[in-house]
């Protein structure tokens, strides 16, 4: 048996994104609704009922874990995810590049994603490796760039807790914020001092470079400051070859889902164009997914266009991206495996409605299809239809259901 997971990022959402249906019901889905018609849907809580789940505790419930029990936090999943070498005592961060303006009042953040910057990340990179902590000189700070605005910080140095606030507000206009300890303890009020130190300089070195003076000058906002949020450590988990006596690996272009897939064990392949955004090459990762299979068990696919297009409020975007999927990525899938031998589910990590622009509440819905899935009388792939779904309505653990239509589930008890 072969086992092929493809979540795509915000799938999920509300009746007012596209005159009256959501973006995944109005586009034009063919190969979906024909999994649909030889397969059984569902609605997933990607934790729970009510809970409104981060993307990175979403996919560590769908691939098998509790997050209540194994989350320490995103930043290192995003270390992890480009490739950092984290090591023990280390303190993670996820980071955005950001835009803000030097006012009377203090730094004010104009663009918390510098215009989803596209270029230029060896130079940021560059320039933000070079800083030294005044008040901590003995805390080494690593910074990795990502895709577009993304990053990935460390802290390595002695008498470092994850226990601080963010230096990120998450709103446009606001005032830089300074980071402060959760607790008592004086590791907490250290870190809390190398992290607003880090973002103070991060604008001292960024915001009169050249790559910055080029994007002012073309209209841009420029890359001007580093923000940090999610601090963590790496987490014990057991990997998913362990539990289940399966290899697989993980196709993502965005440093998250690559970073939860490695700590999960899964083998990392790295895709030419997978951008994580709403140009990524779906067709080479289609290929390459298909391609994985014929050394290993399973693969995990994600995109990112659904999301970004759901927190861009761009309806347009996100119905065009569901269609291009649906196309270049699950048609080429479909069409290169062995249907008598290879389960599929396709899903989302949480819904991302274009009215609100942020991941809400909802289930998403969630198809399965392959030799062992029974089906049910659903023939579309959508919100609505999922909801009439034989499968019914539960919470989490996507990818073990999947193994166990392969037959790869252990028993427990007797």
């Not at 490739?83 to 030097?102: E, S």
């Not at 790496?234 to 897939?261: D, K």
């Not at 309806?315 to 008598?340: C, N, W, Y």
């Not at 959508?382 to 034989?390: D, N, V």
């Amino acid at each position: 048996m072969k086992a092929v997971l493809v979540v795509a990022d915000g799938l999920g959402g509300r009746p007012t994104d596209w005159s009256g249906q959501t973006c995944l019901e109005a586009a034009a889905t063919p190969h979906m609704d024909a999994l649909a018609a030889r397969g059984a849907l569902g609605l997933v809580d990607p934790i729970g009922p009510g809970v409104r789940p981060g993307s990175d505790t979403a996919h560590l419930s769908l691939l098998g874990y509790d997050p209540h029990v194994v989350y320490t936090g995103r930043g290192v999943f995003e270390c992890l995810g480009v490739d950092m070498d984290v090591r023990p005592g280390d303190i993670c961060f996820r980071a955005n590049l950001a835009t803000v303006l030097d006012t009377d009042h203090g730094l004010r953040v104009a663009d918390r994603r510098a215009g989803r910057i596209e270029t230029g990340h060896d130079e940021l990179e560059k320039a933000l490796n070079g800083i030294r902590l005044k008040r901590t000189p003995d805390i080494e700070v690593i910074f990795r760039a990502s895709t577009q605005h993304r990053g990935a910080l460390i802290l390595r140095g002695p008498g470092l807790s994850t226990h601080v606030t963010e230096a990120d507000s998450h709103r446009v206009d606001a005032l830089l914020l300074d980071v402060c300890p959760t607790d008592s303890d004086p590791a907490s009020a250290r870190t809390a001092a190398a992290i607003n130190d880090f973002t103070r300089l991060s604008y001292e070195v960024l915001h009169d470079l050249p790559l910055n003076r080029r994007r002012l000058a073309a209209g841009k906002p420029p890359a001007n400051i580093v923000l940090v949020r999610g601090a963590s450590t790496r987490p014990n988990l057991p990997s998913i070859e362990s539990i289940y006596g399966v290899r697989g690996a993980v196709i993502a272009g965005g440093a998250l889902y690559r970073g939860v897939a490695l700590t999960c064990g899964m083998k990392p392949i790295d895709v030419p164009g997978a951008t994580g955004g709403l140009d990524t090459d779906l067709m080479a990762k289609a290929r390459a997914a298909v391609g994985v299979l014929d050394r290993l068990d399973y693969v995990f696919v994600h995109v990112k266009g659904t999301d970004n297009a759901g927190h861009d409020r761009n309806a347009t975007a996100k119905l065009q991206f569901i269609e291009r999927m649906d196309a270049e990525l699950i048609g080429p899938i479909v069409s290169g495996i062995d249907h008598g031998s290879t389960h599929l589910a396709i899903t989302g990590d949480h819904t991302t409605p274009i009215d609100y622009g942020d991941h809400t509440v909802e289930p998403v819905p969630i198809v399965y299809a392959g030799p062992n899935v029974v089906c049910d009388r659903t023939s579309a792939f959508g919100e609505r239809e999922a909801g009439r779904g034989g499968l019914g309505r539960w919470s989490g653990r996507v990818l073990p259901i999947l193994f166990g239509y392969c037959n790869w589930a252990p028993k427990y008890g007797s």
